[in-house]
């Protein structure tokens, strides 16, 4: 099984709606991330949470907002969907003991379409 | 202006080709400098790393560090079709956490 999951995999809306994208990890990592990425500007951080009771806003958090509901799932919400929030959306996580790089591991993205 | 500027290609090379790819950045505090490797419809996975200024080899794989002139670069030796794939640089500062900086990505083919 994958050790960071993501669903939906594909998701298509319309303006207005409220979506969720869910991300869980089995790597018992205590930092989570989400990203946005688009073609010409690669991945932007979008929220960060280094445990439960910390989380922080990213470089592009307008528009969206997250939940730490365990230290093994971070949501992100879309409360109200727009069109340029279509975008590929990664979920990330890593350890706060993994060495000088700090490697960060990636689930296997969402695709999100805002109608 | 973006921290990290990377050429977006894309990049089509002869498998057996030595590929170049390289980004500059304008933050003097980056410290950690990372490339990951994703593959068409998957997430990036980390392929090196090097701390500060010099040269880290793995494999077929070269990354450098010129701190001085804010460039970094992965080379890629007798590169192989199962190196096609968008190449991510990533930056950190060294009190950011695990805060990460990507570049936009370079999409590279290696065609048999």
């Known amino acids: 099984d994958a050790d960071v999951t993501q669903t939906p995999r594909n998701r298509i809306t319309k303006t207005g709606k409220r979506i969720m994208l869910e991300c869980s990890q089995t790597?018992?990592?205590?930092?989570m991330y989400w990203y946005r990425q688009d073609p010409g500007l690669g991945l932007r951080l979008i929220y960060y949470?280094?445990?439960?009771?910390?989380?922080n806003k990213g470089e592009i958090s307008d528009g969206y907002s997250v939940s730490r509901q365990a230290q093994a799932k971070f949501s992100l919400s879309l409360e109200s969907a727009i069109p340029n929030q279509t975008a590929l959306y990664f979920c990330?996580?890593?350890?706060?003991?993994?060495?000088?790089?700090?490697?960060?591991?990636f689930g296997p993205g969402t695709r999100l379409t805002v109608l | 202006q973006k921290e990290v500027e990377q050429d977006p290609g894309p990049l089509s090379v002869p498998e057996g080709a030595i590929v170049s790819l390289n980004c500059t950045y304008s933050?003097?505090?980056?410290?950690?400098f990372m490339w990951y490797r994703q593959y068409s419809r998957k997430g990036p996975e980390l392929l090196m790393y090097t701390y500060s200024s010099g040269n880290k080899e793995d494999g077929r794989f070269t990354a450098q560090v010129d701190k001085s002139s804010k460039y970094i670069s992965l080379f890629i030796r007798d590169s192989q079709p199962s190196d096609s794939a968008t190449y991510l640089c990533a930056m950190r500062v060294e009190t950011s956490g695990s805060r990460l900086t990507f570049g936009e990505g370079t999409q590279l083919t290696v065609n048999p």
């Open positions: 790597k018992g990592h205590d930092r």
């Open positions: 949470s280094f445990d439960v009771k910390d989380i």
């Open positions: 990330a996580t890593s350890d706060r003991t993994g060495g000088v790089v700090n490697e960060q591991f």
């Open positions: 933050n003097s505090a980056f410290q950690y």
